[in-house]
Every structure is written in structure tokens, then in C-alpha cells.
């Protein structure tokens, strides 16, 4: 295992500007920041927002990556020897200041390993990075940490799915605090990658498939709301920003949907991008970003409202996530764009 600290390196200026609505009050996207994630030869997988930090996780050879970075291009990263896990998807989900969880997903056996992010100038504390012991020995297909500090895990109820899904919440210390089955009653390798969970503000969504399935653990509730079928298949799922409204941001195989859990209502968004990765941003505006172009929407109420497009590159990110002033975009080669929206 290695570690390591680097500024970060920056790429050739790219141009991204698109033309506006005549409205000047209206905001304009433009490009704050660009630098490529170390190490430059990494194959980027997933990336995650945690306040004035992010976390991204890539691939070398058969090693694994994950990096901590600053908004300002500031990283530090460890890498380890892991020739098994290479191939799998990983969840990365802040679960404290000074703890990533770093979880396998799509029902792939979790075994619990830990690394450490080594303090350095522009990081003071030292980052545990990997899955505890509680995770362990479970077919995993999904994790997330709500502002509760409560971390809810998908897992198999059978020994390969065919059980269908369980949804298990745990505090801090490991208690199990809530535990029910799921709706989803079978998967299938070619449904798999479409299962996730997210939880915002009482509420926690699980999708598969074109479905999403919600339940409002936090009024009591113990039983699903009716499914959602937003048709196409889901691709990934942000939430709202911590302590507010609940919103979930629902990326689909073309444009995407923003579900309002507490009234169960959805509203489309970017009919034209195809592939988009999408997130709200810190001041409440949805980031969506496919191949080629880019969309920012307004939020009033359950309303949407084109607010600004702009140009991005011909491959997807495989990560929008909220950033200060804006949003973020990740992609396979390491670049990362941030974006303010003023």
C-alpha cells in the first residue's frame, strides 16, 4: 500500500461556454477549476461530494485508488494491491469526518479492509478508508449514510438475491435500528447495476430497474409508498443537500427525473442528453450533464425551469456531484471541471 500528496495537474484550457437566454438574470455556467486526478495514468470509476472535499475512486494496473481532493485541486490518495477487486463497483459514502466507506456494490461479497489517508498540509486528519466489520460477509448491492449519521445497507436476503432485497439501517456504533424487506423480489445480472439506495431527510429510496420504491422511515412508516415507474432504466441517484427538503435526482439511460418523495411526485428534466449524470446543487439547482451538452435547471416548488445550458465533452462523466458555487464533473481520464453557476 502507498500514499501519496500531489496539487494536482492542469489540463489545457478547454472552452465551455454555450449561449444563454437573453434574460441576464438568469445564471451563467462557467468553469472555476480543472485539474487531472492523480496518479495521471488511473482509470476513474465513481466519484462523491463531502462538503469542501470530494472523494474519487479509479483503478492502475491492479491496484486500487481512491483520492481526497480539494475543490482547488489539492489531493492526497492510497492506493493498494487488490487484482479481485478491480473489476467491481464501488460505493464511496462519507460516514463521519475521519471515515469513507468504500463498499462493493451489485451483490458482490463484502470483505472488510482498511487503509489510511496520511495527514498532509492541506489535510490535517487522518481519513480510515475501507468497509468495518459490521459490512462484512454480506452480498451487498448498495450503502448510504443520511444526516442522522445512520448508514443504510442493501443487501441480499438470500445467499445470491434470489431472495429478493433487505434494507438494514445502523448507527455509528453498529446497532441495527431499522430493518425491513424490500420490494425488489429478484435480480438479475442484466438488472443489477440499476439497484440503489439513497436516504435524504427521513426518507430512503431503492431503485431497480425503470422503479423506484420509497418509504418514509423517519414519520414511522414501516411500509413502501406505491412504485414509481419513471420507464427507462435507472443509471444513478443524487439526493438534495443535507438537511433540507428531500429530492432525489434520478439520472436515467436518456434525461432524468427529480422525485419529490414527500408528495410522490417526479418532474422530467433533459430529454435531450443521453447518458447524463446529474446532482442539486448547494443552492437548490439541478446540475445534469450527458454527452456533448450540459443542462441547469431552476427549482421553484415541484417546477423546473431551463435556467442555463452550456457545452461539456463527447464522453459522460461518471460523476456530477454538488460543489461550492455549483457543481462538479468527473470523468474515466481523471479531469475534473468545477463549475459555478452565478
Known amino acids: 500500500m502507498t500514499a501519496a500528496t500531489t496539487t494536482g495537474v492542469k489540463p489545457r484550457p478547454t472552452k465551455l461556454g454555450a449561449k444563454l437566454p437573453a434574460d441576464s438574470t438568469l445564471p451563467k455556467v462557467s468553469l472555476e477549476h480543472a485539474f487531472i486526478l492523480p496518479p495521471v495514468l488511473a482509470q476513474w470509476r465513481t466519484a462523491v461530494a463531502d462538503g469542501s472535499t470530494f472523494y474519487a475512486q479509479g483503478i492502475i494496473d ?29 460505493r464511496l459514502e462519507p460516514s463521519s469526518a475521519t471515515s469513507l466507506l ?6 458482490v461479497l463484502a470483505r472488510p479492509f482498511t487503509h489510511l489517508l496520511a495527514p498532509t498540509n492541506a489535510f490535517s486528519s487522518r481519513v480510515s478508508v475501507g468497509i468495518s466489520p459490521l459490512l462484512a460477509r454480506r452480498l451487498i448491492f448498495d450503502v448510504a449514510c443520511d444526516e442522522g449519521g445512520l448508514i443504510w445497507v442493501l443487501h441480499a436476503a438470500g445467499t445470491e438475491g434470489d431472495l429478493g432485497l433487505v434494507l438494514s439501517a445502523f448507527d455509528q456504533s453498529g446497532h441495527l435500528r431499522w430493518s425491513g424487506t424490500t420490494p425488489v423480489t429478484a435480480i438479475d445480472e442484466d438488472s443489477a447495476e440499476t439497484v440503489a439506495v439513497r436516504a ?3 426518507f430512503v429510496c431503492v431503485t431497480h430497474g425503470s422503479a423506484v420504491h420509497v418509504v418514509a422511515h423517519a414519520r414511522g412508516a414501516d411500509h413502501w409508498l406505491p412504485p414509481i415507474d419513471v420507464v427507462r432504466a435507472i443509471r ?10 428531500a429530492r432525489f435526482v434520478i439520472s436515467l439511460e436518456e434525461g432524468g427525473r427529480v422525485l419529490w418523495p414527500d408528495d410522490h411526485a417526479t418532474e422530467p428534466f433533459g430529454a435531450s442528453l443521453l447518458d447524463p449524470a446529474a446532482c442539486i ?8 450533464v450527458g454527452r456533448n451538452h450540459g443542462i441547469l435547471y431552476r427549482m421553484s416548488g415541484k417546477d423546473l425551469s431551463l435556467a442555463a445550458p452550456f457545452a461539456a465533452r463527447v464522453d459522460t462523466p461518471i460523476a456530477v456531484t454538488p460543489a461550492p458555487g455549483g457543481f462538479a464533473s468527473f470523468y474515466s481520464d481523471g479531469l475534473v471541471q468545477v463549475m459555478t453557476c452565478a
Request: a neutral charge; proline letters at 9%; hydrophobic letters at 25%.
Open 281 to 288: 446543487t448547494p443552492d437548490g439547482m439541478v446540475a445534469a
Open 62 to 90: 491492479d491496484r486500487l485508488i481512491v483520492v481526497q481532493g480539494t475543490w482547488g485541486g489539492q489531493t492526497r490518495y492510497v492506493e493498494w494491491h487488490d487484482p479481485q477487486g478491480v473489476g467491481t463497483d464501488y
Open 200 to 202: 435524504r431527510n427521513g
Open 102 to 107: 468504500v463498499v462493493p456494490r451489485h451483490g
Open 236 to 245: 444513478s441517484v443524487g439526493t438534495s443537500p443535507p438537511h433540507t427538503r
